[in-house]
């Protein structure tokens, strides 16, 4: 489907990157093909040159991969995307694209743990700075930019503390100061949160979670809004070489027909059972962007088409409490990652987070007790029962703590 801008996003979902293929073909083949034929010596060259468009080697592009890339790209909103060979692929193809010695970035204290690791160890050895600030505080943001800073990296909802920063006001910030505004949308998704529509310059997600929806990709795409910034990336994409192949690009394309409606479903669910939680006379603390509870539940209104299928939860009880649930739970698997169609639970401190360190953690208030859920598609009442079942093993485990220590 060319012209993607008038229908509703459950049909770009369906028709978005689909082509004629041979054959009538109704989903795009998988061209698994290393490399293409050239039809003549002068043909191969004039592609090279740049001169005639057409297919080359996959790690250049691949006609399957351009497919799924072009599909992200409508549903975000954007003019290109760039399929990676995972998230973090992604996040330091950005950063290798938009920074160089001498630069500096200001990032989101609460990222996915490997992102800070990536600024602070490689992007360091490279000369690139980072300042890590609370960017849901517009304040620190506007203290944090320096004349040298080239970016500005938000993750927002933050993973896993789910703190939400206002993409437009930062965007506004950032712009003031020439900086560009880079957005990791992978807690949301394309079907409840478009950055480029409200001020950013990049969006990146990482395909593996909600946009393949089905836990058996890896993979990461980054999405621009002009064709310079496309060219500059894909010559940088091109010379680090982290692609993502044709056949996870199928799977991707195939999971993006049902994001719309698993959103939905991951939404309502994570509705009900955080709204179950917090009345749990177990959970210490809760966030969820669609409690009134949250702090930044009103810019979550205004930024959100829905609160997303990710909870984090504190119990009474600390650490332990929480790795007693993680090792009673029966129908959530105790695996990192998240967007699947099968409910997760993990512990960010001692797994995801673990890599980042201690003070870097508790400085993006990762706490030891924090306990995060991906809620899945399975039928709410089973996924409360299983909940139920395992906070009934820390509730009486807890009962019997305090009777001990009476
Ligand atoms: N950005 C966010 C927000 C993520 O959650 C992840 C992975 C990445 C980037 C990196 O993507 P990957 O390279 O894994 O495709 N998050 C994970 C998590 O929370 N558990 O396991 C992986």
Redesign the pocket.
Same mark, same amino acid.
């Given at each position: 489907m060319k012209n993607h801008s008038k229908v509703g996003f459950e049909t770009k979902c369906v028709h978005s990157g689909i082509d004629e293929y041979e054959y009538g073909s109704v989903v795009p083949p998988i061209y698994q093909t290393s490399t293409f034929k050239f039809k003549s010596a002068q043909h191969g060259a004039s592609l090279f040159a740049g001169e005639e468009k057409g297919y080359i080697y996959t790690r250049m592009l691949n006609p399957t991969v351009q497919a799924m890339e072009d599909a992200i790209a409508a549903l975000e909103g954007g003019h290109k995307a760039l399929g990676c060979g #995972? +998230?973090?692929?992604a *996040?330091h193809t950005i950063f290798a694209a938009l920074t160089q010695a001498g630069d500096h970035v200001v990032c989101s204290s609460a *990222?996915?743990g490997?992102?800070t690791t990536l600024l602070n160890t490689i992007m360091k050895k490279f000369g690139v700075e980072t300042t890590f600030v609370d960017t849901s505080n517009l304040d620190e943001v506007k203290k944090a930019i320096k004349p040298n800073t080239k970016v500005v990296y938000v993750?927002t909802p933050g993973?896993?503390t789910l703190c939400i920063s206002d993409l437009e006001e930062v965007s506004k910030i950032a712009h003031k100061a020439n900086v560009k505004v880079v957005v990791?949308n992978?807690?949301m998704s394309p079907a409840l949160q478009n950055p480029l529509a409200l001020g950013a310059d990049v969006v990146m997600h #990482? &395909?593996?979670?909600f946009l393949n929806g089905h836990a058996d990709v *890896? +993979? +990461?795409i980054v999405v621009v809004k002009d064709e310079e910034t496309y060219q500059h990336f894909r010559k940088t994409l091109n010379q680090t070489g982290g692609v993502i192949d044709p056949f996870n690009s199928f799977l991707v394309h195939r999971g993006l027909k049902t994001l719309a409606i698993r959103m939905d479903k991951h939404c309502e669910s994570a509705q009900t059972i955080a709204e179950w939680l917090e009345k749990h006379p177990m959970i210490d603390s809760i966030r969820f962007p669609g409690l009134k509870s949250h702090p930044d539940y009103q810019i979550g209104l205004k930024q959100h088409k829905g609160p997303g299928g990710m909870i984090t939860i504190e119990l009474k009880g600390g650490l332990e409490a929480g790795r007693l649930m993680m090792n009673s739970v029966k129908l959530f698997q105790l695996a *990192? #990652? &998240?967007g699947g169609v099968e409910s997760l639970i993990?512990h960010p401190a001692s797994m995801?987070h673990f890599s980042m360190g201690k003070e870097a953690r508790l400085a993006g208030g990762i706490t030891d007790g924090l306990v995060r859920i991906s809620v899945g598609i399975e039928n709410v009442k089973d996924l409360i029962a299983d909940l139920e079942q395992a906070l009934k093993k820390v509730e009486e485990a807890h009962l019997k703590d305090v009777e001990v220590h009476v």
């Open positions: #995972s +998230g973090m692929a *996040v *990222v996915y490997p992102t993750e993973n896993p990791d992978t807690f #990482s &395909l593996t979670k *890896v +993979g +990461g *990192v #990652s &998240l993990q995801t």
